[in-house]
């Protein structure tokens, strides 16, 4: 297995190696591995493919005291992920500082649940309409 | 393709995936059951295409340098 080189906070994944996304992420098929990497910006981490250079999001901790509580798992997306339960699951939002010059937007349509002891990870699709898809995460850093 | 089938009655695609229709809702609503594969993600087309659309516009090579606080790239505007 590759080892990716990174350097974490406390609140970020812990593990050095690749997370594997069996299901891919929308847009990226052919990305299914994916390292970390904190440059100690916050609570801001770089999810970055292995296979394809071009998929790199940033992201960020679910935060429950904005967003409530985490989404939950069916059976199907726990056995994606190798896990028993929703506690074993770490909460991730994908950041969009690329499509508004005031804020950095989050997809809480789409959350990254990740697994630090099987190291897997998916993006779940919520349909409910009632998640944003450019929630307004922070001001753009000036 | 197109394939006629009666409720209860399903489809198989490859040897993992089989779909069977369990209830058509006054004539216009088909509701069917899925089965495939944990790596095998099932969506809705109009959400999932609306989640690609966004991921491709969050995601950029410049992502860690965004982090880094070296990149000016802040590009609105460039939806998909």
New interface residues.
Partial sequence: MTQVQVKMSNEMPQSAVEFLF???????PDAMRYGF?Y?G?GN???M?SIDC??????LTPWDESRLGEVPRLNR?QC??LEVEGASEVMWMV????????EWVTA?L??PIALSESTHKGI?L?R?EPDHE??YHWMP??K | MVLRRKVGEAIRIGDDIKITIQEVQNGRIVRFGIEAPAEVAVHRLEIYELIQAENRAASSADALAWLKGESDDTGAGEDE
């Fill in positions: 069996p299901q891919g992420i929308a847009g990226f990497i440059e910006k801001m981490v770089c970055q250079p071009e998929a790199a999001f940033i199907e056995n994606s994908v950041l969009n500082p690329f499509i508004d010059t997809n349509k789409a993006q699709i349909p898809i450019r753009q850093p």
